[in-house]
């Protein structure tokens, strides 16, 4: 069987990780992949926007089934292009992924059903939007309505920094096209958790719970970023919590998506936060997150292929999903600069010396292989995952792994997994 996985991150080094452990799978692609990847898969030099090329290269290389990663080619109509050429392929359609690449889309979705979330206004225009922050106190939330790559939200601590968010995102496009409305949004507090789960537009499987670390620095200080770190599970989301939200949140987002004729099959990601009112919905994400796939995949136990191709079939309540009890901790090393601006090209060393003891896994994103070397190529560089019986087995694990990694302008938080 020949399998391949669009994206060149550490969700995609972890997804074809988990794949290569199925002895079904004959030839394993991924398009374009990066350095950690050409270990496991043979990389295709085709970029993860590119709709045409990947059908083309399905098509004309007999491959039997495309799981695609990220959001962009998601939300830009890849599976529906796959599907349409009569290539198996996983991940929701574009008319369901809008679930993640409009944000006034699924705030609009959460007001008309009920589904717990912070207050919020849309706005087509900037003028019409600094007028609504005239009557808004501070801190108050701004985001762009479209993808932005993690970074389109902004926690203003004032109105004057509001509006400036504002003028950034709708005049100055500093996220193109994805600026051309903006959410603005009641300011709510509380841990975040984040709960991915399988869905066949049925029924709905919850996967163990993780908590990401946005921020860049420790403490949670500093900019936001894609993700700094995350570990499995979170110490604040017990069985009556995953009751509540799977009543409140989970069955009725599913049901939700179905009675808008939107099924959605795939991965749906559930950013919450849990408020002192109960659990709220921050954000939607319409497939894997990315470093969360790196500590909840390692604690998969089911063939993960046999349920990408239950949720396909819309069979999912027919198989049985089991995990690991171990706790699990992914600590990411960016390049100095990140989430700013960064220099990459850097040779990176001690890759070897990290997984020596074979229960740490380094999971490459921005990185390129030549020549015999490992190279920075990206502001995420790489994750090490550890999993062991409990979550300070699990931290040490992975910080005994990441000293031993070394490249130029090399940053990691030192306080992942002690939320």
Known sequence: MKVLVVGSGGREHTIIWKLSQN?????????????????????????????????????????????????????????????????????????????????????????????PTAGYEVFDSSEAALRYLDTCSAPVVVKADGLALGKGVIIAQSVDEAKAAVKNIMNDKVFGEAGNRVVIEEFIQGP????????????????????????????????NTGGMGTFS?????????????????????????????????????????????????????????????????????????DIFDAIIDEKLSDIKIEWSDNAAVCVIAASGGYPGKYATGFEISGLEAAEADGDTIVFHAGTTYADGRFRTAGGRVLGVTAVEENMDKAIARAYAGIEKIKFEGMHYRKDIGRK
């Open 23 to 115: 002895r079904k799978i004959s030839e394993l692609y991924c398009a374009p992949g990066n350095g950690g990847i050409s270990a496991l898969a043979v990389c295709v030099p085709i970029k993860a926007t590119d709709i045409d090329g990947i059908v083309n290269f399905s098509k004309e290389n007999s491959i039997d089934f495309v799981m695609v990663a990220p959001d962009d080619p998601l939300v830009a109509g890849m599976v529906d292009a796959l599907q349409e050429a009569g290539i198996r392929a996983f991940g929701p359609v574009k008319a369901a992924a809008i679930i993640e690449g409009s944000k006034s889309f699924s705030k609009d979705l959460m007001r008309k059903y009920g589904i």
């Open 192 to 223: 975040e958790v984040s709960i991915l789960a399988f869905t066949d537009g049925k029924t709905v499987v919850p996967m163990v719970s993780s908590q990401d670390h946005k921020r860049v620095f420790d403490k949670d200080q500093g900019p």
């Open 233 to 305: 599970p979170s110490r604040i989301y017990g069985q009556k919590l995953a009751e509540q939200c799977m009543k409140e949140i989970f069955l009725p987002t599913m049901e939700a998506m179905n009675k808008e004729g939107r099924k959605f099959k795939g991965i749906l990601y559930f950013g919450l936060m849990i408020t002192k009112d109960g659990p709220k919905v921050i954000e939607y994400n319409a497939r894997f997150g990315d470093p969360e796939t790196q500590v909840v995949l390692p604690r998969l136990k089911t063939d993960l292929l």
